[in-house]
């Protein structure tokens, strides 16, 4: 992956993280600053693993352009757990209560352009700037809701209403990834989600 | 259910929702006063609801002791999303972030002692207490990490492994709630369940 520094003044050149948090709560120019200075520019290719199984998870990354996704090997079987893009945030989500080996892979599934922030300035942040707490709660208010729909749609015992749950809730990727990581991340083979689909566009 | 008001001092008679705050991160006397004078216990008794599907939750539960539930109707069947026990909190998962009607029930699965704050309560902490912020960050990072594992064990395709992983990770439960409650957490029949069950015995 290339990396890119962020120029370290408060404006324009902002970093793209930056500017989301500012936008979910009206942070200080000091934050601004510490993230500016603390984040690069990244670009992971279609298919560049961000994150392997059993390393920690130094960084967290935020989604500019692109998609990425989560998955859990189950013996030569990947089980797709999550998929996210512009304008979300991704790391270990199991490390970030506490700093620990990834059980999950986290991987470019397009050509990315990222914004990676280490956990230590993260949590340098969380110490320093109390409104960073406040920023990350709301985040993650969302993000946990999130999360909990990712564990309703995978329990869904029908395969078709398991699809339909996933256009209510994720349409914007129905048509952008590939049908492997669609029919992986909803529990079904790929001639089950084809046929569901196929189905679809007769109706 | 029934409910009981708490002394509003500070001190030996503090709820056990703010000795819970405290804990999680050194909150101030204030905070510590406003969550005793707006908690109140309640008594759950089991097979109670807490919440109904189509209602909003206008409130967060601590369980003191005994077992909650959420669960979706999926046509007759009952689907159990989670499954929380005591220091843990519950409330409509997708209403934390906007209060809006929740696709999810709230039920005691033993009779239950819970403190319940009212949400506006708590949006008036993070509003004024900048620090609730902080606790309830750290609290959801634990939460979304316990919703992602979930979301992760609903997917493992073969049943037995979605037993055990369940042992791994919420082996208190194993013995302690109805099998039925197991089975529609991991996705399977009683049946397969006892079978599992059995077979782990014999070893």
């Known amino acids: ?5 962020f120029p370290s003044e408060v404006g324009a ?10 936008s979910v709560y009206p942070v200080s120019d000091q934050v601004i600053h510490y993230i500016n200075t603390h984040s690069v520019a990244k670009h992971a290719g279609r298919g560049d693993h961000l994150l392997k199984a059993g390393d920690v998870c130094k960084h967290l990354y935020f989604i500019q352009k692109g998609v990425i996704r989560g998955y859990v090997k189950d013996g030569s079987k990947e089980i797709t757990t999550w998929i996210s893009t512009e304008n979300e945030m991704v790391t270990s989500i199991r490390g970030l209560h506490i700093q ?9 599934i397009e050509s990315c ?3 990676a922030i280490p956990m230590d300035a993260l949590h340098y942040l969380y110490d320093h700037f109390v409104e960073m707490n406040i ?3 709301r985040i993650l ?4 809701g999130n999360a909990e729909d990712r564990a309703f749609i995978s329990r869904i015992p029908n ?4 699809y339909y749950h996933f256009l209510e809730t994720q349409s914007n990727l129905a048509n952008r990834i590939s049908l492997k ?3 992986s991340y909803l529990g079904m083979t790929i001639e089950t989600l084809s046929r569901i689909r196929g189905k679809q566009v007769k109706k």
């Open 113 to 115: 352009e990222l914004v």
């Open 181 to 183: 990581y669609i029919a």
């Open 159 to 162: 395969a078709s209403k398991r």
């Open 135 to 137: 920023v990350a709660r």
């Open 100 to 108: 620990q080996p990834s059980v999950e892979n986290i991987q470019a």
């Open 13 to 22: 050149g902002n970093s793209p993280l930056a500017a989301f948090v500012h």
């Open 1 to 5: 992956m290339k990396k890119i520094n």
């Open 141 to 144: 208010e969302q993000y946990y």
